[in-house]
């Protein structure tokens, strides 16, 4: 079957799994596709589920765990941005590691799922701690937060990449893969929603005018959901596509042959700039609706809509992409999404209008997050072309180092610009305000213009043929 961009790749053809059981190499979990070859929708709505469970902690702790450290915990700005940009070097290193054991695993259980069974209750644990200020002085406080922010980034790769991994084993049909991947945009979209409109409510209410324990309640209870729901994705979602007799992968080449998957690479360094963005405007935004803006209230507007867009926008992708294609498609949004940043400073005198500007923004960014999904996918059916191999565990494994790294960079970049300027929160001298409003855009309008560049080199990527 052709492709919108063309290509002349020819991919191995296995029997697709509509027509077949697809043989596993897991132990007994080979499964028949249900009739017509279409998943069944409680598996596609239990993976959709699966984002809001990660992304529930991942973005309260995206969104104020930077906020938490230097106004409640009260440490200080500089040591806690040397501490998220190290944490996320260390996954550097952890991120191959977990897609590789992915990758080697065989269990009852398949490939990806033993890791959301035992891996959901430490996540849960360590998403609280991590809002836990210790009774201790200032050197064990910051050991503390050292500790549990970097486990909590460790167990999240034990989670997530074998979340990331498990959508090219469900299914092999491309419409499906942006059907699922749309899903899994709903649920990064509400997971947002909840975790950045609900987190300082919650912490009002739970927390009586005591923000520590505000902030280490209503953890505890985006925790629990989370546990709840990673549980239902091990219970609900299953691998049909294997190649049964793949060997493991010798760690050197399997690294080799990656970062030379031309469609890897391009995903790596998309996703990679879409985080910086995202991380740096989580991080900053609270500073810039307070001291910029001066209007505390879109807080709780501004951050749902840096991702909760994602709902319109995982609507309108499906059609979309498949109207302009995977290149394309991005390159149009990100240019449009680009000039609406442009003039947006133009209207911060105006709050309704500032955020009609913001939120149309949003929502153009949001397709470029649910193609990613479908992307990081479709990387798998070309290293299989290329090298005759899926290896979707290594291959996802870079996909959310890439996630993390960006996110490290986004909010170390925000944290820097505080600490250069001396910013206190007991008193917001004017260069700290120029700093905040220097952060809230010129990261993002760089990264969209990167990102323009970037998807130019996306390559034709060669279809699984349809039952």
Sequence with gaps: ???????????????????????????????????????????????????????LCWNMVGAFLLYFYTDVALLP????????LLSRLLDAGIDPVVG????????RWGRTRPYFLYGAVPFGLLSVAVFYVPPFGDTGKLVWAGATFIILGLLFSVVNIPYSALLPMMTGRQEERVQVGSLRSAGTALSVIFATAGTMPLVTALGGGDKAQGFLLTALLAASVSVA????LFANCREIIHD????????????????????????????????????AVLAVTAYFALNVLHQPWMISILLPAISGTLLIGSAIAPPYLRRFGMRQGNRLVLILATGLYLVLPLAEGQPWLFLAIYI???????????????????????????????????????????????????????????????????????????????????????????????????PAIPRRPQA
């Design 1 to 55: 079957m052709s492709t919108r961009n063309g290509g002349g790749i020819a991919l191995p053809t296995p029997p697709h799994p509509s027509a077949t059981a697809t043989a596993t190499a897991t132990g007994g979990n080979a499964t028949a596709s249900p009739p017509g070859g279409g998943l069944p929708w409680k598996a596609k709505i239990s993976y959709g589920a699966g984002d809001f469970a990660f992304g």
């Design 77 to 84: 700005v500089g040591v806690v941005g040397t501490l998220f």
């Design 100 to 107: 590789m054991l992915v990758d080697r695993t065989r269990s």
């Design 229 to 232: 729901l990673i549980l239902n």
């Design 360 to 458: 149309l923004a949003s929502v153009l960014i949001s397709v470029t997050m649910t193609a990613i999904f479908a992307m990081a996918a479709e990387t798998v059916d070309y290293h299989q072309a290329r090298f005759g191999v899926r290896h979707e565990g290594l291959l996802s494994a870079g996909i959310s180092l890439s996630t993390k790294i960006g996110m490290a960079l986004g909010g170390a970049v925000v944290a820097y610009g505080l600490a250069w300027v001396d910013y206190s929160p007991a008193a917001v001298s004017d260069g700290a305000v120029h700093m905040v409003h220097a952060l809230y855009y010129v990261p993002a309008v760089v990264v969209l213009v990167l990102q323009t560049i970037c998807i130019s080199f996306y």
């Design 244 to 279: 049964g007799g793949e060997e493991p992968p010798a760690t050197l080449s399997a690294i080799s042959n990656m970062v030379r998957n031309r469609a890897w690479l391009v995903v790596f360094a998309f996703t990679t700039l879409n985080f910086i963005r995202f991380g």
